[in-house]
């Protein structure tokens, strides 16, 4: 958030250790809605959601003692609200054609991104069932999409926005709100 001029941050809604804890409770969630973690494949939207799905791909780890397979998924050429993206796919999908995937993101607005990435994800198999984790809830659907496992719901107004920083990216842990 040191990037983030000080004027335009309007509130910390997360520091590290309350993103650490959601972390915690939503990998305790996902293993106790499935029973634990067989036939689970974690998969996190670029560039933020890969992040956190490898964050949680460790937490699940340590909790059920094996390893949960974690990818990525580009949605660059699948949005409808903005241009194509005429780069190299970046997705990394292991296989999962009959496994229940967790799609993870950092934050959850109008709910295209989810949309987009539903999309992606099919290309690449058909899994048995979709999940869907997210960081950050800040409301205002526009697409009859919702979170499986929520961080923090976080009311915004449209003219707000939402920056969630990761110590692997950014250099630092924490969610802010934005003046527009």
Known sequence: MSALAASQIKATVMDADSMRRSLTRIAHEIVERNHG?????????????DVLARRLGGKLSELEGVDVPVGTIDISGHRDDRPRGTGRDLSQVPDI??????????????GRTVRAAM???????????????VLIDRGHRELPIRPDYVGKNVPT???????????EVEGVDGAVILAR
């Open 37 to 49: 973690v067989k036939g689970l494949v974690l998969i996190g939207i670029i560039s933020k959601g």
């Open 97 to 110: 054609a009959g496994l229940k995937v967790v799609l993870i993101d950092d934050v959850i607005h109008h």
């Open 157 to 167: 107004s449209e003219q707000e926005q939402v920056e969630v920083c990761l110590d």
């Open 119 to 133: 999309d992606a994800l099919i290309e690449h198999g058909r899994p048995r069932a979709i999940e869907l984790a």
